[in-house]
Every structure is written in structure tokens, then in C-alpha cells.
């Protein structure tokens, strides 16, 4: 609050269409993998080859449903994460 009050009310105009905390299906698995210090190799078995995961974290591919629900339950997790809605 601090600083919207020392920032004029006219330069807060330029940041109101952003979104800050907005995270998607690819951040969430990043996350989830640094939390507990996995590798990308570590989800080869899982999405299929080293090709899927590295342009799944690339953000080149999208993560198919039957991938979602295999990292929702390795992860204790709705898959719905991991699906872009």
C-alpha cells in the first residue's frame, strides 16, 4: 500500500492490465520438480522420452491428459494442474 501511495495515480495506469502471480500448467511442473530436486530425466518414464520433457518444459508441447494424470499422482496433485484451461 505504501507504495501506491508514492507512486502518482497516473503511472499505476500502465501496470493495471498485468497479471503478476498467474502461473500455468508448465511453471507448476517446474516448481514441483525443483521442490523435489528432480530432473528432467526423472520424468522421461513418465511423459513418454527425453524428446516429450524437453519440450514440455520448453514450453514447446503441451501436456497430454494421460501425462497430467500420471504427474498428478506422482505428485499427489488434481491433474487438472497440469492441463491449460
Known amino acids: 500500500m505504501l507504495v501506491a501511495a508514492i507512486v502518482p495515480h ?14 500455468t500448467p508448465r511453471s507448476r511442473l517446474l516448481h514441483l520438480m525443483e521442490t523435489r530436486s528432480l530432473e528432467q530425466a ?26 497430467a494424470e500420471a504427474l498428478g499422482k506422482i505428485f499427489h496433485i488434481d491433474a487438472s494442474l497440469f492441463i491449460l484451461g
Open 10 to 23: 497516473n503511472s499505476r495506469k500502465c501496470c493495471k492490465h498485468y497479471q503478476l502471480h498467474v502461473s
Open 42 to 67: 526423472d520424468l522421461v518414464e513418465l511423459l513418454g522420452s527425453r524428446e516429450i520433457v524437453a519440450k514440455v518444459i520448453n514450453g514447446e508441447l503441451e501436456i497430454t491428459k494421460e501425462q
